[in-house]
């Protein structure tokens, strides 16, 4: 269940208290505070305007001056104007955003450059994002619409395929080749439970039928992260999906899938034993599923179970179990009578006579063996530690590591001697084959390469070929370009077939075209992931993802239909998106938390965002993209309101480093470094018998002008700690503390929402709602999950919405008795008491929230669902 990631948190980096420089002050007498006076432990002081920036912008890496902010102006470079080659800029400024009016006004510079707003007409359509009032529309500059009343409930789903990994795992989301044009993608929904789509392969990608599986998805902590849920193709119409998740989950086993008339039909779970090992790779031929995984045991210390296949009766069943000194991967040869374990060497083991693998009926020597004595198995390349095998008629394919995982290379050897055909290797250093696939006489690698400024690598994929005189790459294709916080820096397999290539993490498929040696991506209306979301107008979401947009019509509440978009964005997408969702907005951050243990984190020196606009009628348009200045040991928290970008880092032993960025700055740069507007170091002094502090979570208002950070102090060792919130007021070009307190009942954050004099704190199985009071923060409202006889291990993992009324959260549970079963639910509550209103089961993670006309609309990684209010 992974509640080993929330030790994580303890250790964050220092926060900041606050000291005697001019920059703070001691704590009011009516403020929080003991009156023991500065410098007890109690001592929380109270800052006056702290910090300011108007001057140099400086100029960029490449000679282009940045932009920055000097009072109401921005000096803006980055779109080509001249730089004087020292510190200022030439070109005249530019005015600055005015702030966001609301829905139905329009904030413009008059010709003195001062903000003036008018009104939209009366009658102008709008959106109040209150899905309990009907009929949205503008009156006097208001967005009104008549209340409505209704029960809370679900209403109709529509589903992605080829999503990008999630459960918190770079790997999730197998697919498999079923026949010459047919894949197979399963998308990783609960712990549990998976979601299949057959896809018929042509000129695009088009989805022929949708099945739930009873496999869910697991991977492998190692010195290598290794998958245990797998997908392998039996037959043409055919196929296995493996849970092969180990004897710490009863539920584990193999569900069979028969192909009828273009759908998928289980034809059951054949349990695998108790005490099976975690599946780290399979392998299958027509009659035959392998499974292999470490079993422990110092005579066999891995272990090969063998599923014989009943084509007419469409049954698997156990035959038997086979020890064997190391099995990393597992590949079968193209006659089906050697099976081939990757481990510390590769061992060729004859299965001609009989499936299980050293069985006495298995009396001859493969073929490839060199010649020797008659033995019905040999080993190949003695000593490599090899990590992943692929065969085909001609050629082994196989990668080498270290005894701690790091990448080597890809070696091919013939699959009729052995003999070493090639070796393959990275031309450059800090680079290295992540993935292969074997494709008649080519081979598919994703290669990775680092580059040491950065923390993220550029991965493309490759091809070459194994018949020349060289192996020199014929084709190339950038996959992701040195970004972004999901790269795998582990071993990944992934599926080939003819000239189709199906690439993990992401699940891109490319074509390589033999004539012109070109790789070209193919995709699908409703293929990528749906994560963040937004209203596009009346009756229609936006979502965007890793390299994917589309836009889903919800005209039909009970039928959404994705009716735009694919796979189609550019390799260089980043993470963080922004979104401009209506005309004259202001860009807002639409990337929430990947969960409660990995905050929004700035993850590279160079962090990237996207900006797109997401307007009625289209599907998403970019409109710029830029990159941040950083550190890269995810220590600097990221958060966002207001049209602003805000950036938190600890500092020395008792400092912030307070940045803010100004999103519509960024609209129009091409890769190019977005400078701060405000850049101020806040400083302060721990409590003193708590020398320990680290930096939980911070939240941004939605007007930008308030921050609110969560931050803990411990004693030496972590015997004990206390919970210090810090309210702060952002101006134009200086920061105020105005409100400090110790907070009762709150034993971490990880996640934190601002809206008016109200803040919502999230931690691993709690909320609380916490409201400023002059310079007092108190803690009015706590809730804690609770685990009983139905429910276990129930836990909080994104804060979804928060307005001073609402509080919209995702939320994770496991139900009881066992089999127990993985459950998503999207929690929302009276911001009073935090009492849950409504609460609404979904079939994966929900990672973001619109609200479109009278409903609810969730995005989830490969699922867009609508739901109605409840409105009282």
């Known amino acids: 269940m992974q509640v080993w990631k929330f030790a994580l948190g303890i250790l964050a980096a220092l926060a900041f208290g606050c000291g005697d420089n001019g920059r703070a002050s001691p704590a009011s007498p009516d403020g929080p505070g003991s009156p023991d006076g500065p410098g007890s432990d109690d001592d929380l002081c109270l800052g006056r305007p702290t910090g300011s920036v108007c001057g140099d912008s400086g100029s960029g890496l490449d000679g282009a001056c940045q932009p920055s902010r000097c009072g109401d102006h921005v000096v803006d470079s980055a779109r080509g104007e001249d730089c004087d080659g020292t510190s200022e800029c030439t070109a005249a400024c530019r005015l600055s955003p005015c702030d966001d009016p609301g829905p139905c006004m329009v904030a413009e510079r008059n010709a003195d450059g001062v903000c003036v707003s008018r009104k939209l007409d009366d009658g102008t359509r709008c959106e109040d994002r209150d899905a309990c009032t009907a009929a949205d529309h503008c009156e006097a500059g208001v967005c009104v619409g008549a209340a409505v009343q209704g029960d809370a409930g679900l209403r109709g789903e529509v589903t992605s395929f080829g999503a990008a990994p999630e459960l918190d795992s770079w790997m999730a989301g197998p697919a498999t080749f079923v026949g010459p044009d047919r894949l197979v993608f399963l998308e990783s929904t609960t712990f549990t439970q998976s979601r299949l789509s057959l896809v018929r392969v042509d000129r695009t990608l088009t989805r022929l039928a949708t099945a739930v599986s009873q496999a869910g998805y697991h991977y492998n902590i190692g010195w290598i992260y290794r998958p245990t849920t797998h ?91 086979a020890g064997v000194r190391g099995c990393n991967g597992l590949a079968i040869s193209r006659d089906g009578e050697t099976l081939f374990v990757a481990g510390n060497g590769v061992l060729a083991m004859d299965v001609s006579s009989n499936p299980i693998p050293g069985h006495a009926d298995n009396a001859r020597r493969p073929t490839i063996c060199p010649p020797g004595p008659s033995d019905p198995s040999c080993q190949l390349w003695p000593g490599l530690q090899i990590n992943q095998i692929e065969v085909n008629q001609d050629y082994i394919a196989v990668t080498t590591t270290d005894n701690v995982g790091d990448l080597g290379e890809v070696r091919i050897a013939s699959a009729h001697d052995a003999s070493t055909v090639r070796v393959i290797d990275s031309a450059t250093p800090y680079a290295g084959p992540l993935g292969i696939a074997l494709a008649g006489h080519r081979i598919f690698i994703e290669w990775w390469q680092w580059d040491q400024t950065l923390t993220w690598p550029t991965l493309e994929v490759a091809v070459h070929p194994l018949d020349a005189t060289t192996t020199e790459s014929i084709a190339r294709m950038p996959i992701r370009e040195a970004c972004c916080g999901r790269e795998s820096f582990t071993l990944l397999s992934f599926a080939a077939r003819g000239d189709l290539a199906v690439l993990q993490p992401w699940r891109r498929v490319v074509r390589f075209d033999e004539q012109a040696h070109q790789l070209t991506p193919v995709t699908g209306t409703a293929h990528g992931s749906l994560g963040a979301i937004a209203a596009a107008g009346p009756g229609a979401v936006s979502t965007l993802g890793p390299y994917a947009s589309h836009r889903v019509d919800l005209a039909d509440p009970d039928h959404p239909e994705i009716v735009a978009g694919g796979m189609t964005l550019s390799a260089k997408t980043a993470d963080f998106q922004l979104v401009r969702d209506r005309p004259g907005g202001r860009p807002r951050l639409v990337t929430s938390s990947t969960s409660m243990f990995f905050p929004l984190a700035q993850r590279s020196a160079r962090e990237r965002f996207s900006l797109y606009d997401a307007l009625p009628g289209a599907e998403p348009t ?222 994966e993670e929900v990672q973001g929230l619109a609200v479109a006309g009278t409903e609810l609309v969730f995005g989830m990684n490969s699922a867009v669902r609508v739901a109605d209010p409840r409105c009282p």
């Not at 108790?274 to 272990?303: H, N, Q, Y």
């Not at 002059?774 to 994104?798: H, K, M, W, Y």
Request: glycine letters at 10%; charged letters at 20%; aromatic letters at 8%.
């Open 231 to 321: 997908v392998i193709a039996l037959t043409d119409t055919a196929f296995a999906v493996i849970d092969g998740a180990g004897p710490e989950w009863p539920s584990s086993g193999i569900e069979l899938f028969e192909i009828v008339d273009d759908a998928l039909v289980s034809r059951g779970v054949t349990q695998m034993p108790g005490d099976s090992a975690p599946a780290f790779a399979v392998a299958a031929r027509k009659d035959t599923l392998w499974v292999c995984g470490p079993r422990g045991t110092i005579a066999a210390p891995f272990e090969i179970q063998t599923y014989t296949f009943d084509e007419t009766a469409q049954r698997l069943t156990l035959a038997g179990r």
């Open 622 to 843: 970019s409109i710029g993209s830029f990159w941040i200045q950083g550190d890269h040991d995810q220590k600097t928290l990221l958060g966002a309101g207001g049209g602003q970008l805000f950036q938190l880092r600890p500092t020395g032993d008792v400092d912030l480093h307070l940045r803010r960025f100004e999103t519509s700055g960024g609209i129009g740069l091409v890769e190019q470094e977005l400078a701060p507007d405000l850049d101020v170091a806040l400083t302060g002094q721990p409590l003193p018998q708590y020398p320990i502090r680290a930096l939980e979570a911070f939240g941004v208002a939605s007007s930008g002008k308030e921050i609110v950070i969560i931050e803990r102090f411990y004693m030496t060792g972590f015997a004990q700690g206390v919970t210090v919130a810090t309210w702060l007021s952002i101006g134009a070009t200086e920061v105020t503390t105005i409100a400090r307190a110790k907070l009762a009942d709150v034993p971490a954050a990880g996640q934190v929402a601002v809206a008016g004099d109200q803040a919502l704190v999230m931690w691993f199985d709690g909320v609380a709602r916490l409201r400023r009071n002059g310079v007092s923060i108190e803690v009015e409202a706590v809730r804690n999950l609770q685990a009983d006889a139905q429910v276990e291990n129930p836990f909080f993992t994104r804060i979804l919405d928060f307005d001073g009324k609402r509080a919209v959260a995702t939320t994770h549970h496991w139900t009881l008795p066992a089999p127990e079963h993985s459950h998503w639910l999207v929690e929302v509550m009276n911001a009073t008491d935090l009492s849950v209103l409504a609460s609404y089961e979904t079939s």
